[in-house]
C-alpha cells in the first residue's frame, strides 16, 4: 500500500556516545522505516535507546553510523543550521517536559516557528491553533502561569503550527495526571488525523500504544519488532 | 522526637542553638564555593577598595609623621610675610634653638640678553639651612658652597626653559647669578607649597644684591628652629612660649607633629572623599550578593522542603542560611583585606619616589574594622530578602513542581532586619565620613540612583511586554527576553547603571571646565598678572606698557599680605569655620585698599565708605565667606600685617565674580586703614585680542627690562598649571569610578552566569523547532545592544543632571555638553555587556541540544 516514498528511513544506524568510563553504544544497527501519515509507537524499558532514537530522527542527534532519511533529506549532508531548517520545514516535536521558551508567552511560543518560517500571518495561525487546542483565554499567559496540561497543549500547539509532515512526541502524558493525559492524547491524535501527519510517539503505556497503527519495540539500543511498515493491518 | 529544630527560645537552650545552625551551614558547604565566586569578588572588591584607600591613607600620615621634621626643615617654623624678623625677635628664636633663616618670593629669572623670562620660585637660604635633612644637588655638590660663592641652584627645568646650561648666568632682579648646581632633591617643597615655577636656591646674601626685597614686597620670611629638648613635651613648651612672646608679630607657627596642616587636612578630605567611592562600589557589589543568594536559594529549595519536611521551621533554616552567606561574606572580607592591604606596598614600590612623602607601611585597626563593618553591613543588607524566601519555601515541592513566585515578600521580621542593617550602614557611614551632612548627601544619591535604575529596568520590561510584536523574528525574540519575567534587563541597568552614571557625569564636568579654561577664559581673562610694581613707579610702569602695547587695559590695585589673627575679638584658632572656610583664618591672604568698590564686586549688604572717609578703619568683606564665618556687616576682624594688629570693622559686604579672574580681594579696607603701610602693587594687563604671542613676549620683555624686581605671570600659564592640578584630580576620581563600574561588570558577569542555563535551554528548544545559530547570534546581539543603549542612554542623562548641577551651582559656570563623553559611556556598556555577553553566547551556540532536552 505506502511502501513507495518512506517518510522515515534508517539504514543501519548506530549511535555510540562517549562517557568517562569509555564509549557507550546507545544505538545499534538501527533499520526502521516510516511511511507518511503513519502512526507508530516506540516501546521498551528506560534506557533502551527510545529517546535517543527519536533525537537521531530529529536530527538534535547525529549518528555515529548509517544513514537517515527524512522526508528525502538525507541528514548525512547537512550541517547543523541546515538541520535546523528541515526541522522548522518539516518536524514537530512535543516533549514530556513541554520545554516551552519560559520567555515568552503561549502565544509567542506558538507563533516562534512561523516567525520563523517567515510568515505574515504568524500571529493569526497561532491563535487560531491555540483555539483549536482550547486555549484561548490563556494566549497572554507564560508558560509559568500555566498548569502542566496547559503547557503540553502549548506544546502539541507549537508543534503543529508550521504544518509538519512529521510529529515527534517522547513521553507526551508522562509529566501529566490520567486525566490531563488522555485529553492531551485525544488532542495529539485528533490533530495528526486532521493533518494527515506521521506522528512517532515513544511511550512506556501499553494502552497508548495500541492507539498506533504500529508499534516498534526495542531493547539494549537494538529495534527487536515492528521494524518495517505494516503491509496489512 | 527526632527533628532538626533547636528548642523553643523559651527554653535556655541558645548556648547549643549556634553550633547546630553553625554545623548545618558547614555541611552545606561541603559543595564548595560553586556560584558565590560573584559573590565573593564583589564583597572582595568594594572592601579592598575602601581598605586600599585607609591602608594608604595611614600609610602617607605615618610616613608624614615619621618625616615631620625633615618636611618642615626643623622641630617647629615660624614664618610670615613681607617683614624680615628683627634683631631683638632674632634673639629670642636663637635662645630657643638653633636657627635658619629663609626668604621665598616668586620672581622672574631673565637670560642676559633680556630674550627669554620664566618665573620662578625663590628661595635665599642661609648658611645653616637646611637644618634636617639636605638638598641633593647633582654630582653630589654642596649647596651651601655654591650658594655662598654667589651662585645659584636650579631645578633643570629652568634651564630648559631659559636656553641656558650649567655655568651660565642669568639675570634676577637687578643683580647677575651664575648657576652653578642643578636641585635633585629638596626636603621641604610641601611645607614650601610650590606651584608654578621652577625652584631656584640662592645665599641671602645675594638674594640682597637683586634689589627684589623692597618695603611691601611679598617675600615669605620663614625660621626653622632646632630645639635642644627634642621630647614632645619640650617641642610643645617652646611652641607655647613661641606663640606667647611672639603674639603680636603675626608669624605663623608650625611643628614637626603636623608640619602641613594643609597637607594633613587633604589627606583626610580625599581618605573620606574615595572611602565613600569604595562604598558606592561594594553597594553596586551588593547586587551581586543578592542575585547569588537568590539564586542560591531557589537551587536549594528541594533541599529546603526537605529540611521541613524532616520537622526544621524557617526561623532555623533562615539562620542556618544566614550563617552561610556570612561565612561566605567572610571569606570575600579576608580577600578584600588582603587586596586593600597591597595597594600602598604596591603604589610605594611603583611611585615610592615620585610621591613627596615616602609612605610608611603601618595599618591602622580603624582602618581595617571600617572596611569590615562596611563589608559585613552590605552583605547583610544585600542577603536577607532573599534569604528570606528560604523560610517561604514548602515542604510540598517535594512532591510537586511548583513555579517560585519572584515577587513574594518575604516575612515582616525579614523586612524590618533589612530595614536595620539600612539603617545600620548609614549611621556608620556618618560616624566613619566624620561629615553628617556628606553621609547623609551620600545616602540620599545612592537611594535616588538604585530607585532610579530599578524604576528604570521595571519600565522598559513592562514597555517590552506591551509593545506590538516586532516583525522580524530574532528582534520578536530580543524584545521578548528583555520584557521577560527573571530576565537580565533589570541586571544589565542596576549593575552598570551606577558606574556609567559616575563616568558621565565625571566626563562632562572635565568637559565644561576644559571649556571653561580653553575657551570662555582667555576670552575675557587678562594677559598677564604683574607683581611688586614699587607704588611709585606706577605712571613709569604705565608708559612702559602704552609705549609697547598702546591699546592695552592696565587695572591695578595696592597688595599687600597679612593674616587674620582675631575675629570680634576672638583669636582666630579657636574660631569653627563651616564648610571650606578654614582656609581664610589660617594662613596669609592678599589685602587691599580702595576708596572705590571694585569691578566685578556688587555689595550686597551695608554701604561703600566715601572716598575720603577718615576715622574708623573699615573693611568689605566677600560675602559667601562672612556667612561662612558667621560675620555679618558692624562684626570686626583684627588682621596682622608687616608685624602690626590692626582692627577694622565690616562696612559692607559684596559679592565677587571671581571667575573673571580681574582683581579682586576677601578683604578691602578703606585707605586710610592701610595707605601709610610700605605696599607694591599688583596689576593686570589685557591686550587686545588680536595681539600675536610675539606681541605679548615683546611687552614682557620691556618690562623686565625697565623694572627687574617686578614679576610677570602669564595668565595662560596659571591657567595651565591650575589645568594640571586639575586633570591629576580627575583621574583620581576617574580611577574611583572604574571600581564602581569593575563592581558593576561582576554583577554583570554573575547576572549572565545565572541566566546562562536559561538562555542555553531556549537556545536548544529554538533549535528544535528551527531555528539556525545565526538566528539565535542576532538575537541575542540585538538584545544586548538595546539594553547597553538604554543603560547607556538613562546613565548619560543621569550624569549630565549630576554634572550641570556641579557644574552651574557648585562651580558657577557655564555647562557644556560633550558627545564624546556620551560615546564614551556607551562605548563601556556595549563593550562590557558585548564581551561579557557574547562569551556567554558563544558557549550556548556549542552548547549540545540533547542533555537539556531529556526529562529531567
Given at each position: 500500500?505506502?511502501?513507495?516514498?518512506?517518510?522515515?528511513?534508517?539504514?543501519?544506524?548506530?549511535?555510540?556516545?562517549?562517557?568517562?568510563?569509555?564509549?557507550?553504544?546507545?544505538?545499534?544497527?538501527?533499520?526502521?522505516?516510516?511511511?507518511?501519515?503513519?502512526?507508530?509507537?516506540?516501546?521498551?524499558?528506560?534506557?533502551?535507546?527510545?529517546?535517543?532514537?527519536?533525537?537521531?530522527?530529529?536530527?538534535?542527534?547525529?549518528?555515529?553510523?548509517?544513514?537517515?532519511?527524512?522526508?528525502?533529506?538525507?541528514?548525512?549532508?547537512?550541517?547543523?543550521?541546515?538541520?535546523?531548517?528541515?526541522?522548522?520545514?518539516?518536524?514537530?516535536?512535543?516533549?514530556?517536559?513541554?520545554?516551552?521558551?519560559?520567555?515568552?508567552?503561549?502565544?509567542?511560543?506558538?507563533?516562534?516557528?512561523?516567525?520563523?518560517?517567515?510568515?505574515?500571518?504568524?500571529?493569526?495561525?497561532?491563535?487560531?491553533?491555540?483555539?483549536?487546542?482550547?486555549?484561548?483565554?490563556?494566549?497572554?499567559?507564560?508558560?509559568?502561569?500555566?498548569?502542566?496540561?496547559?503547557?503540553?497543549?502549548?506544546?502539541?500547539?507549537?508543534?503543529?503550527?508550521?504544518?509538519?509532515?512529521?510529529?515527534?512526541?517522547?513521553?507526551?502524558t508522562g509529566n501529566l495526571d490520567g486525566k490531563t493525559g488522555a485529553q492531551v492524547i485525544e488532542l495529539l491524535f485528533g490533530l495528526q488525523a486532521r493533518r494527515q501527519a506521521t506522528l512517532l510517539l515513544v511511550t512506556h503505556d501499553p494502552a497508548l500504544a495500541t492507539r498506533c497503527a504500529r508499534t516498534v519495540r526495542m531493547a539494549d539500543g537494538r529495534i527487536l519488532s515492528g521494524a518495517e511498515e505494516r503491509t496489512a493491518a | 522526637m527526632s527533628s532538626i529544630e533547636a528548642p523553643a527560645a523559651a527554653q535556655p537552650a541558645a548556648g547549643f542553638r549556634l553550633p547546630l545552625v553553625l554545623r548545618f551551614a558547614l555541611r552545606e558547604m561541603r559543595t564548595g564555593l560553586k556560584g558565590f565566586g560573584v559573590f565573593v569578588a564583589c564583597v572582595a572588591l568594594g572592601v579592598g577598595a575602601i581598605t586600599g584607600v585607609g591602608a594608604l591613607s595611614d600609610a602617607l600620615n605615618a610616613g608624614f609623621e615619621a618625616q615631620g621634621e625633615v618636611i618642615l626643615g626643623g622641630d617647629i617654623t615660624l614664618s610670615r610675610m613681607h617683614r624680615r624678623a628683627s634683631a631683638e625677635e632674632r634673639n629670642r628664636l636663637e635662645q630657643w634653638g638653633r636657627v635658619s633663616e629663609t626668604a621665598t618670593m616668586r620672581a622672574s629669572a631673565r637670560t642676559l640678553d633680556e630674550s627669554e623670562q620664566a618665573l620662578i620660585e625663590l628661595k635665599a637660604v642661609d648658611g645653616a639651612y637646611p637644618l634636617v635633612g639636605a638638598v641633593e644637588l647633582e654630582g653630589?655638590?654642596?649647596?651651601?658652597?655654591?650658594?655662598?660663592?654667589?651662585?645659584?641652584?636650579?631645578?633643570?627645568?629652568?634651564?630648559?626653559?631659559?636656553?641656558?646650561?650649567?655655568?651660565?648666568?642669568?639675570?634676577?632682579?637687578?643683580?647677575?647669578?651664575?648657576?652653578?648646581?642643578?636641585?635633585?632633591?629638596?626636603?621641604?617643597?610641601?611645607?614650601?607649597?610650590?606651584?608654578?615655577?621652577?625652584?631656584?636656591?640662592?645665599?641671602?646674601?645675594?638674594?640682597?644684591?637683586?634689589?627684589?626685597?623692597?618695603?611691601?614686597?611679598?617675600?615669605?620670611?620663614?625660621?626653622?628652629?632646632?630645639?635642644?629638648?627634642?621630647?614632645?613635651?619640650?617641642?610643645?613648651?617652646?611652641?607655647?612660649?613661641?606663640?606667647?612672646a611672639l603674639a603680636e608679630a603675626g608669624f605663623i607657627i608650625a611643628d614637626r607633629r603636623d608640619p602641613s596642616p594643609q597637607v594633613t587636612r587633604t589627606l583626610e578630605r580625599l581618605r573620606r572623599f574615595l572611602t565613600l567611592v569604595g562604598l558606592t562600589a561594594l553597594l553596586v557589589g551588593g547586587v551581586g550578593v543578592a542575585n547569588a543568594v537568590a539564586t542560591f536559594i531557589d537551587r536549594r529549595r528541594k533541599v529546603i522542603a526537605t529540611y521541613k519536611?524532616?520537622?526544621?521551621?524557617?526561623?532555623?533554616?533562615?539562620?542556618?542560611?544566614?550563617?552561610?552567606?556570612?561565612?561566605?561574606?567572610?571569606?570575600?572580607?579576608?580577600?578584600?583585606?588582603?587586596?586593600?592591604?597591597?595597594?600602598?606596598?604596591?603604589?610605594?614600590?611603583?611611585?615610592?619616589?615620585?610621591?613627596?612623602?615616602?609612605?610608611?607601611?603601618?595599618?591602622?585597626?580603624?582602618?581595617?574594622?571600617?572596611?569590615?563593618?562596611?563589608?559585613?553591613?552590605?552583605?547583610?543588607?544585600?542577603?536577607?530578602?532573599?534569604?528570606?524566601?528560604?523560610?517561604?519555601?514548602?515542604?510540598?515541592?517535594?512532591?510537586?513542581?511548583?513555579?517560585?513566585?519572584?515577587?513574594?515578600?518575604?516575612?515582616?521580621?525579614?523586612?524590618?532586619?533589612?530595614?536595620?542593617?539600612?539603617?545600620?550602614?548609614?549611621?556608620?557611614?556618618?560616624?566613619?565620613?566624620?561629615?553628617?551632612?556628606?553621609?547623609?548627601?551620600?545616602?540620599?544619591?545612592?537611594?535616588?540612583?538604585?530607585?532610579?535604575?530599578?524604576?528604570?529596568?521595571?519600565?522598559?520590561?513592562?514597555?517590552?511586554?506591551?509593545?506590538?510584536?516586532?516583525?522580524?523574528?530574532?528582534?520578536?525574540?530580543?524584545?521578548?527576553?528583555?520584557?521577560?519575567?527573571?530576565?537580565?534587563?533589570?541586571?544589565?541597568?542596576?549593575?552598570?547603571g551606577a558606574g556609567l552614571s559616575l563616568l558621565v557625569a565625571v566626563a562632562l564636568t572635565d568637559a565644561s571646565l576644559l571649556e571653561e579654561l580653553s575657551t570662555r577664559l582667555p576670552q575675557q581673562s587678562p594677559n598677564y598678572f604683574v607683581l611688586d610694581i614699587p607704588k611709585g613707579e606706577r605712571e613709569a610702569f604705565g608708559a612702559v606698557v602704552h609705549r609697547e602695547a598702546p591699546e592695552a587695559v592696565i587695572d591695578d590695585a595696592p597688595m599687600l599680605r597679612g593674616r587674620i589673627v582675631r575675629v570680634n575679638g576672638t583669636p582666630a584658632e579657636e574660631i569653627k569655620a563651616s564648610g571650606d572656610a578654614e582656609w581664610v583664618l589660617r594662613g596669609d591672604r592678599g589685602l587691599t585698599f580702595s576708596d572705590t568698590l571694585p569691578k566685578g564686586s556688587r555689595v550686597v549688604a551695608g554701604a561703600w565708605w566715601p572716598a575720603d572717609h577718615e576715622g574708623e578703619a573699615l573693611v568689605s568683606f566677600e560675602d559667601e565667606l562672612a556667612a561662612r564665618l558667621g560675620l555679618g556687616v558692624g562684626d570686626t576682624v583684627t588682621v596682622n600685617v608687616l608685624g602690626r594688629n590692626l582692627t577694622a570693622r565690616i562696612a559692607n559686604l559684596r559679592e565677587v565674580k571671581w571667575e573673571n579672574m580681574t582683581i579682586n580681594f576677601v578683604m578691602v579696607f578703606s585707605p586710610n586703614t592701610l595707605k601709610a603701610a610700605p605696599y607694591n602693587l599688583l596689576a593686570t594687563i589685557t591686550l587686545p585680542k588680536e595681539a600675536t604671542l610675539a606681541q605679548e613676549a615683546q611687552l614682557a620683555r620691556a618690562l623686565a627690562k625697565a623694572f627687574p624686581s617686578v614679576t610677570t605671570i602669564r595668565v595662560k600659564d596659571a591657567v595651565n598649571a591650575f589645568e594640571a592640578v586639575f586633570a591629576k584630580v580627575m583621574v583620581a576620581v576617574r580611577v574611583a569610578g572604574s571600581v564602581t563600574l569593575a563592581a558593576?561588570?561582576?554583577?554583570?558577569?554573575?547576572?549572565?552566569?545565572?541566566?546562562?542555563?536559561?538562555?542555553?535551554?531556549?537556545?536548544?528548544?529554538?533549535?528544535?523547532?528551527?531555528?539556525?545559530?545565526?538566528?539565535?547570534?542576532?538575537?541575542?546581539?540585538?538584545?544586548?545592544?538595546?539594553?547597553?543603549?538604554?543603560?547607556?542612554?538613562?546613565?548619560?542623562?543621569?550624569?549630565?543632571?549630576?554634572?550641570?548641577?556641579a557644574v552651574t551651582q557648585v562651580m558657577e559656570l557655564e555647562f557644556s555638553f560633550s558627545g564624546l563623553a556620551v560615546v564614551e559611556a556607551l562605548a563601556i556598556a556595549i563593550g562590557l555587556v558585548a564581551a561579557l555577553g557574547g562569551l556567554g553566547t558563544w558557549q550556548v551556540l556549542r552548547a549540545p541540544a540533547v542533555p537539556y532536552l531529556r526529562s529531567e
Open positions: 500500500m505506502r511502501q513507495t516514498n518512506p517518510l522515515v528511513k534508517l539504514e543501519g544506524v548506530g549511535l555510540t556516545l562517549r562517557s568517562r568510563a569509555g564509549p557507550v553504544q546507545i544505538l545499534r544497527d538501527i533499520n526502521l522505516t516510516v511511511a507518511a501519515g503513519e502512526s507508530v509507537a516506540i516501546v521498551g524499558p528506560s534506557g533502551s535507546g527510545k529517546t535517543s532514537l527519536l533525537m537521531v530522527i530529529a536530527g538534535l542527534e547525529r549518528a555515529t553510523t548509517g544513514r537517515v532519511q527524512v522526508a528525502d533529506h538525507d541528514f548525512l549532508g547537512l550541517d547543523e543550521d541546515a538541520l535546523a531548517r528541515v526541522r522548522g520545514a518539516e518536524i514537530g516535536i512535543v516533549f514530556q517536559s513541554f520545554h516551552l521558551v519560559p520567555t515568552m508567552t503561549a502565544l509567542e511560543n506558538v507563533a516562534l516557528p512561523l516567525e520563523f518560517a517567515g510568515r505574515a500571518d504568524a500571529e493569526r495561525r497561532a491563535r487560531e491553533l491555540l483555539d483549536e487546542v482550547g486555549l484561548t483565554p490563556r494566549v497572554e499567559h507564560f508558560p509559568a502561569e500555566l498548569s502542566g496540561g496547559e503547557q503540553q497543549r502549548v506544546a502539541i500547539a507549537r508543534a503543529m503550527a508550521p504544518g509538519p509532515k512529521l510529529l515527534l512526541a517522547d513521553e507526551p | 653630589g655638590r654642596s649647596l651651601d658652597a655654591l650658594t655662598r660663592a654667589g651662585g645659584a641652584a636650579v631645578h633643570p627645568i629652568l634651564l630648559e626653559r631659559l636656553g641656558v646650561a650649567v655655568g651660565d648666568s642669568f639675570r634676577l632682579g637687578s643683580a647677575t647669578v651664575p648657576i652653578l648646581g642643578i636641585v635633585a632633591r629638596e626636603p621641604d617643597t610641601i611645607s614650601d607649597r610650590v606651584t608654578y615655577g621652577a625652584r631656584v636656591f640662592v645665599s641671602l646674601a645675594t638674594l640682597e644684591t637683586t634689589g627684589l626685597v623692597q618695603p611691601g614686597s611679598l617675600v615669605r620670611w620663614r625660621y626653622a628652629l632646632s630645639i635642644a629638648d627634642r621630647s614632645t613635651a619640650g617641642l610643645a613648651a617652646v611652641r607655647e612660649l613661641a606663640q606667647r519536611s524532616v520537622g526544621a521551621n524557617g526561623r532555623t533554616i533562615f539562620a542556618i542560611f544566614l550563617t552561610q552567606v556570612l561565612l561566605i561574606a567572610a571569606i570575600g572580607i579576608v580577600l578584600g583585606l588582603a587586596l586593600g592591604l597591597l595597594v600602598p606596598f604596591v603604589l610605594d614600590t611603583l611611585y615610592g619616589e615620585a610621591l613627596p612623602i615616602r609612605a610608611v607601611i603601618t595599618v591602622s585597626p580603624w582602618s581595617l574594622l571600617i572596611a569590615t563593618v562596611y563589608g559585613i553591613l552590605v552583605s547583610l543588607l544585600f542577603a536577607l530578602w532573599p534569604l528570606g524566601r528560604a523560610e517561604t519555601v514548602r515542604a510540598g515541592v517535594l512532591f510537586r513542581e511548583e513555579v517560585a513566585d519572584e515577587r513574594q515578600w518575604p516575612k515582616r521580621r525579614i523586612v524590618a532586619l533589612t530595614i536595620l542593617a539600612g539603617v545600620a550602614l548609614v549611621a556608620f557611614a556618618i560616624l566613619s565620613s566624620g561629615s553628617t551632612l556628606t553621609a547623609i548627601y551620600f545616602t540620599a544619591a545612592v537611594v535616588v540612583v538604585f530607585a532610579v535604575f530599578i524604576a528604570f529596568g521595571t519600565l522598559v520590561t513592562m514597555l517590552a511586554r506591551r509593545m506590538p510584536r516586532p516583525k522580524p523574528a530574532e528582534v520578536a525574540l530580543a524584545v521578548g527576553n528583555i520584557g521577560a519575567p527573571g530576565g537580565l534587563t533589570r541586571s544589565v541597568v542596576l549593575s552598570l558593576g561588570g561582576l554583577v554583570l558577569a554573575g547576572a549572565l552566569a545565572t541566566a546562562q542555563r536559561r538562555r542555553i535551554k531556549q537556545a536548544v528548544i529554538l533549535k528544535t523547532i528551527g531555528a539556525t545559530r545565526r538566528r539565535i547570534l542576532v538575537s541575542h546581539f540585538v538584545e544586548y545592544l538595546l539594553l547597553a543603549c538604554l543603560t547607556a542612554a538613562l546613565a548619560t542623562l543621569l550624569g549630565s543632571i549630576a554634572a550641570w548641577i
